[in-house]
């Protein structure tokens, strides 16, 4: 069910600088959900403006046409990675996601992330998310004793450089959005937590791994990962959890043959 | 579990459709597995048996049937091999050209059996 906003269709009409790139106004019909898992799209006209992210179209809706909007974001510069969303069916850091790049037909329809319970509007509760970060073992294990100096590690070495290839995850929660299996299967840890424990398993100083492993092993784990790479599609950051998954899989299949599994 | 409000256009990119063809042709060679064991069964039964049901195979239809079934049994094989791939050595960026080759030698394997049959 989609209703027309009735304050929303006449503001920001004639607002100084707001025309489109050719200095013409373009008037953009957006879609916002409204509620929460029950709630409805609701549709707000507002007008285009130049080099205008989507982040900044919900936050002009927020502050000029309806105040009760709820959304979440921070850093605004694509490093917090809390501002994420479905924009036109696809998942996107709305910071830097340009409107002119995702708009059709001058038409934006902006939802929450699938796969996360909606508290209200655009904001999602991430606590499954980063729970299943910590499924994943997803922190650093100290090895027995106190470290007597500075750990070694050549930036050269072929562990560090697969460290450095999945590292970069800002926890915005695309790509988890984004993947089949993590709306088959609720248990599943998902791209991101599969991605950090990636991570940690080529950290050298860590200590943690057999029982990373076997957390990460089975049916909520790497195993599940049909490797549909829509998460290597969509992640902003550009990094390939797919490629980390696969890494995972095999020192599965290597601890299992070694009996350590 | 939140309802998945309108994620839909996530899934259009080349290895999701080569996922989704994999699976596909998966659960069609699945829904052919009874045909395949009644015709092994008829061998079992008798030699008429089995010769009459060959005979079929001299319709026309039958035969483009059997190229299909071929051109869909290489699309499992060569998917499949293409997960092995992906999933058991180092990782490299030719994905698109797995997915290319995977479906150029199910189309030159079907149509070699198209050309033989008729």
Known sequence: MSVVHPVATVANGGAPGSTGGDGTNHKLDVSIWRGGKNGRFVSYGITLRESQTVLDVVTYIQRHVDSTLSYRFSCRVGMCGSCAMTVNGVSRWTCRTHVSEVVKDGRLEIAPLSGLEVVKDLSVDMTGFFEKWTRAKGAFVPGPGPSRDFAVVSPDSPQRRKVDAAIECIGCGVCYAACDVVSWNDDYLGPAALNRAWTLYNDVRDAGNDKRLAAVAGNVGCLSCHSQQSCVKWCPKHLNPTASIAGLKRATVKAALAGRL | ?118
């Open chain 2, 1 to 118: 579990m939140a309802k998945p409000v309108a994620r839909r256009n996530c899934r259009n990119h080349s290895n999701y459709w080569a996922f989704a063809v994999h699976r596909i042709s998966g659960v069609v060679l699945v829904l052919y597995l009874p045909v395949h064991f009644y015709v092994i069964g008829l061998a079992i039964k008798s030699e008429a048996a089995l010769q009459s049901f060959f005979s079929l195979a001299e319709n026309p239809l039958v035969r483009l049937a059997e190229t299909i079934l071929i051109i869909t049994f290489v699309i499992h094989v060569t998917g499949g091999l293409r997960l092995l791939l992906i999933e058991f050595l180092a990782w490299r960026d030719w994905q698109k050209t797995v997915i290319a080759v995977s479906g150029g030698i199910s189309l030159a394997v079907g149509l070699v059996f198209l050309f033989n049959v008729f």
